[in-house]
Nanobody
């Protein structure tokens, strides 16, 4: 059984920073790509940032230059450093990862989400 658990969300003023963390636990053989998605009220879930097992990253245009994704493979964790936050960043942020439970079998998993609210 595999779980992804996010932490680090909260309320922050415009221009502020937050750091989200996501820990993967359970029967993990290995982790391929990891990423962060977000969903604002009334909108579809969208990709924010993704990082491969080798460290290659890609970002949504709306967060480039402000957000940084990183991972710690030894700890099975992924992070999202969010700087210069704006109200449009307000959303529930979800961790996502493709996890190998055996050498041949991989599935995609989601965390439960963490709320980020940017408001004065």
């Amino acid at each position: 059984q595999v779980q992804l658990v996010e932490s680090g969300g909260g309320l922050v003023q415009p221009g502020g920073s937050l750091r989200l963390s996501c820990a993967a636990s359970g029967s993990i053989f290995g982790i391929n790509d990891m990423g962060w998605y977000r969903q604002a009220p009334g909108k579809q879930r969208e990709l924010v940032a993704r990082i491969t097992s080798g460290g290659s990253t890609n970002y949504a245009d709306s967060v480039k230059g402000r957000f940084t994704i990183s991972r710690d493979n030894a700890k099975n964790m992924v992070y999202l450093q969010m700087n210069s936050l704006i109200p449009e960043d307000t959303a529930v942020y979800y961790c996502n990862a493709e996890i190998r439970v055996t050498i041949l079998r991989a599935s995609r998993y989601w965390g439960q989400g963490t709320q980020v609210t940017v408001s004065s």
